[in-house]
């Protein structure tokens, strides 16, 4: 289904900041499965998303979706495929636009936008339905600007408008970790329930390991640009928290700190 | 009286080159000075095109057109060529001084009892005196609906999102480079036409009458924007051609209270940092929202 094959990365190359992030770097990720990406700072969790979304060039190495080669494509014209939820709330939304203005919006994607009416007021009870699930009563803040919005509500919304056009791929970039705690459980069950229920395949990266326990079918650990665990079905249920801290515990010793 | 209607009528002419600079500045967050060159771009072709006796009317249209394509050219440096925004513009209004030079083939012109979209009509005689100002408020009204409505496209609502958040035009599989060219050209078009507006008006094209457009249209949108925000049933849309008309009458007052009319530049320096002063100390009573 997405396929990172020998991904090569380096940073400022020739001056003294030169970081050779990935040397081989693999990925191979199958249909309806979600993994969840965690590791210490730098260790290209992120980079890699950037590099299946297209923000990041790899130097080489190739990127195939559903066995196409997507390596050359532009962000925007892999967007098609691939939604993501950024880790600012203010990513995800046109903050002078309405709610109702937005998710019109993102109900277009795949579609012209052209000369016809923005706003979509015969899906208006559909889009009021998403919100009512979300429980935050924004189905009765339609015509409110998203601006004026708190970040769970925020990031609650740019989730929805990511899966209205259900996705080949969807990227988590750390999606929840600018919110408090409650709002982060909000947004990541909300999460869980629209990747299950439209079988979604979902890379999340995240930095809460309790969240790499609880949820997602595959579970990775990164540190320097490669892949020190990765296990999913049944050993994925039975490892527990304690499990993922020995392990990066020991990768944080042997860096030193 | 005639005051008062000289207002309105400079007014109705700058307020579609301030609703361009609306587009611009407030939509797209983009300063584009290449304004202060297509401004006399239209006025340019307006002289050129009335003097070989071109339809008035058509006259603007081209004046539309010309300015769009100005407007694509600092759009396409911008992001093709990734020259950084002020600096596009700045190439681009500096190529137009030349342009607009051999548009015309003098520095400046008198148009001379050439037809003009005003002389086409005919209005009953208690009218006629007012006819300018009619055809200027029907033009202008019609370009403010214009907009409006295309504001209320999915086009529309793109570009409105793009100076947003470009992340999001990304994601939702859209180019934001190409929708910020477009919105650039709509932005230029407009103040083409204002520009050939103006030269149909005033009967002359003078190559420096775009000297601090920018400047003038910013003003005005911020006025618009600012002493507008509260009243809700008004677009915005409506508060900055009313913003250029508020900023036109302060300007003829401060002239007629015995400056020179070369003073004006100055005039609407000072005028435009009084704006942001006001902006600010708005904004501030307000909790302090987006700075202009």
Redesign the interface.
Same mark, same amino acid.
């Given at each position: 289904m997405l396929e990172l094959n020998n991904i090569y990365k380096s940073f400022n190359v020739g001056t003294i900041d030169e970081k050779i992030l990935f040397q081989n770097f693999n990925l191979n990720v199958k249909n309806g499965e979600f993994v969840a990406i965690v590791g210490s700072n730098g260790s290209g969790k992120t980079t890699a998303l950037n590099i299946v979304s297209g923000d990041v060039k790899p130097d080489s190495g190739s990127v195939l979706l559903d066995g196409k080669n997507i390596t050359k494509q532009k962000n925007y014209q892999r967007a098609a495929k691939i939604a993501r939820v950024f880790q600012n709330p203010s990513m995800g939304t046109s903050p002078s636009m309405t709610i109702m203005e937005n998710m019109s919006l993102a109900d277009n994607k795949g579609k012209r936008y052209d000369l016809t009416k923005g706003l979509n007021t015969k899906r208006r009870d559909f889009y009021r339905s998403q919100l009512e699930l979300l429980g935050m009563g924004l189905e009765n803040r339609m015509e409110t600007q998203t601006g004026a919005l708190s970040g769970g509500q925020r990031q609650a919304l740019a989730l929805i408008m990511a899966t209205m056009k259900t996705p080949t791929l969807l990227l988590l970039d750390e999606h929840t970790a600018a919110l408090d705690p409650k709002s982060s459980d909000i947004v990541m069950t909300l999460t869980e329930k629209v990747v299950k229920e439209k079988n979604i395949t979902t890379l999340m990266v995240t930095h809460n390991l309790r969240y790499a326990v609880e949820y997602g079918t595959r579970a990775i650990m990164m540190h320097e640009g490669g892949i020190v665990l990765d296990i999913s079905g049944e050993k994925k249920k039975q490892q527990s928290i304690n499990d993922y801290l020995k392990i990066f515990n020991e990768i944080s010793i042997e860096c030193g700190n | 009286m005639p005051i008062l209607i000289g207002i309105l009528e400079q007014g109705a002419i700058y307020g579609i080159m301030a609703l361009g600079i609306y587009i611009s500045y407030k939509i797209l967050n983009f300063p584009d000075l290449t304004v202060d060159g297509t401004f006399p771009l239209g006025a340019a072709i307006s002289a050129a095109l009335v003097t070989r006796g071109v339809n008035p009317w058509v006259c603007l249209l081209c004046a539309i057109i010309a300015g769009a394509l100005a407007g694509s050219i600092t759009g396409i440096l911008h992001i093709k060529c990734k020259i950084k925004d002020l600096l596009s513009g700045i190439l681009v209004m500096t190529g137009l001084y030349s342009i607009n030079y051999r548009i015309v083939g003098m520095p400046n012109m008198f148009l001379m009892q050439k037809p003009t979209i005003f002389g086409g009509i005919r209005f009953p005689k208690a009218l006629f005196p007012f006819r300018y100002i009619i055809v200027l408020f029907v033009i202008v009204l019609f370009v403010k609906i214009l907009l409006d409505l295309?504001l209320?496209?999915?086009? #529309?609502?793109?570009l =409105?999102?793009v100076g947003? %958040?470009e #992340?999001?035009?990304?994601?939702? #599989? =859209? %180019?934001?480079g190409t929708v910020k060219i477009i919105g650039l050209s709509i932005a230029n078009a407009l103040v083409s036409l204002s520009g050939a507006l103006y030269c149909q008006r005033a009967m002359q094209f003078d190559i420096s009458s775009g000297t601090g457009t920018m400047v003038m249209g910013l003003a005005a949108v911020i006025i618009g924007t600012t002493l507008f925000r509260k009243i809700r049933f008004m677009n915005v849309t409506t508060g900055v051609i009313l913003g250029m008309i508020i900023y036109k009458a302060c300007i003829t007052a401060a002239i007629s209270s015995g400056l020179r009319s070369s003073d004006t530049k100055l005039v609407v320096t000072v005028l435009f940092l009084l704006t942001m002063l006001l902006n600010s100390v708005m904004n501030k009573s307000e909790g302090g929202r987006k700075n202009a």
């Open positions: - | 295309y209320r496209t999915k086009s #529309g609502f793109l =409105k999102s947003d %958040n #992340g999001l035009v990304v994601t939702l #599989g =859209k %180019n934001p």
